[in-house]
């Protein structure tokens, strides 16, 4: 179904969570320029709330979070937190409105479920919330009976289970152990407590992984009733993070193995009934982003491709990344220095991007071909985009029209490639990115 072409995946390119990607991040974005960009944050807001620990550390895993393994640790933690939430929301204008909270990590149930309450509670009394639509990622090894109770009682509709394969062997590879059993008892909490939109994460490119093994995972996801799913190429990069030295590289599939089981994954759900949602998720027609998508609201943030419309993210908790239309700042990521930097009632913002006109140009290009397949570009930008783009012309995995860069559905893999035609930034950065596929 896919044209395979490895030249034009060789070059390592950015997932475009946002524009300018974190490459672009510079030291001199600090706390005041973070809450003046608060200050004028009227209308829809979106709350993101970094949880940066887990229970266990799985091999595979690129996030910010350690092991939460001291109680001491966690409670201090949550006490910047909560002092952070109380800053921000005095900082935000009286007609904002907060209409989304995520909770992500590390896993946000690393947490008692009485602390998660808790936390919970002050953004309840804290910020103007409107109805928000609540999402929590989850893991099932720490999933008990408890969160039922807690994901009902906040009003949780979303839900994501960061599965990666249900196949034992490869748990054992990647440091992540957990039983079919466990899954199912994580399925059956979460739909106890309301939730409507489940999100299975799974993961492809693994060590030793066999395309039936993938069909597996795919399989028993479908028949969980996973009202979403995440494909993702596992990225193996040991010098960013050690953890993933545990892992058995030479028995990493190569790039043509990799990009025949991401079209396996993609054909598979497809055939499944779920609609392909731009490069690497997947939603069952009925669910809040598969509509969005033909309704042409798609958006892609930092938790990936999005129905969330609010024109500003604000990030909570150490490492977490703010989005303004004029700025990105990102929180300092060591939750010591997170921890004492709100000990003296300061926003910990310590990096980011301010973002050009002629950034928000570019990024909207980027976000249109990702999250549409089609964008209209200007003509001086086209010409100067023209020399990149004309391999992917060339092989029939893009066209040009009146004025308008269409990638064809077959081209998906090369969505990223192509996007990356209209990112300054690229032509010019050394700066190393995951595999295009």
Known sequence: MWPYHPQLLATPVPRYTSYPTAAEFTDDIGPADLAEAISAATGEVSLYIHIPFCEKICWYCGCNTAAANRAQRLASYLEALHREIALVAALLPANARVTRISFGGGSPNALAPVDFVHLFEQ???????????????????????????????????HASMGVQTFAPRLQQAIGRVQPMEMIEKGVTILRAAGITSMNFDLMYGLPGQTMEELDESLDYARRFGADRIALFGYAHVPGMFPRQRQIDDSQLPGSEQRFAMAARGHERLVEAGYQAIGFDHFALPSDPLAVAAREGRLRRNFQGFTEDQAPRLIGLGASAISAFPGLLAQNEKNSGRYRMLLSQDELTATRGKRRTIEDRRCGAIIEELLCRGRARVDAATLDAARDRLAPYIESGLCAIDNGAVTIGEHAVPYARSIAAAFDPYRQVSARKFSSAI
């Open 123 to 157: 953004l309840v009394i804290k910020f103007p919330l409107d109805k928000p639509v609540v999402s929590v990622e989850l893991d099932p090894r720490t999933l008990t009976p408890e969160w039922k109770a807690v994901l009902a009682g906040i009003g949780a509709s």
